[in-house]
């Protein structure tokens, strides 16, 4: 099975500063998707951005950009000009493009916005 | 338009007993995922519906069921409720065929005392 690890329990960063979180996978696949998600203390979790694996070009959504390195199997976040309503759980997780439809999550990393 | 719907939002239970769980999935949607997600840890995916046949399933034992209906809503159902099984539950929604994109509920808290 396809594990998804992120290393940073939890992170830090002041208002308007830019932060990175960390993730790595393991996959023997080659197409997948990779995807960001926010989880909030309202419990919703909210999609932040996604990549597809075949895509060389790293996504970005406004504020918010990854760093994908698909021979390594990193999928770091990085968000700028943090906004005190960034303060969250942040989940990466994997999709496999051809097996099946179940997504896989980290551990998921605790984000605190310091104003 | 409204989003994945869950109810009830709290639930608190004893060992033994059962319990179900609800979802309306995101107007369009056509399939329907339920996860598990235990305090500080992620969701763990329990199994997915589709065109009302469980279509994947992850490691649960039996005691977690589910259906859906032809409006494309669903149900979970846990049996013999374990300690263990308390946790936030998830559902998510999706088109089958369309986009990858999973679109989540705000969750039901299951408390098992």
Redesign the interface.
Known sequence: AQT?TQSQPEMSVQEAETVTLSCTYDTSESDY?LFW?KQPP??????VI?QEAYKQQNATENRFSVNFQKAAKSFSLKISDSQLGDAAMY?C?Y?S?NT?????????TSLTVIP | DAGVTQSPTHLIKTRGQQVTLRCSPKSGHD?V?W?QQAL??????IF?YYEEEE??R?NFPDRFSGHQFPNYSSELNVNALLLGDSA?Y?C?S?VWRGR????????T?LSVL
């Open positions: 998804v998707y998600y309202s419990r919703q979790m909210i999609l996604r989940f997780a999709r493009a099946g439809n179940q997504f896989y999550f980290g551990t998921g | 399939t995922s996860y500080g840890q992620g969701p763990q995916f997915q279509r994947q992850g936030l998830l998510a999706r990858n994109i999973q679109y989540f509920g705000a969750g808290r």
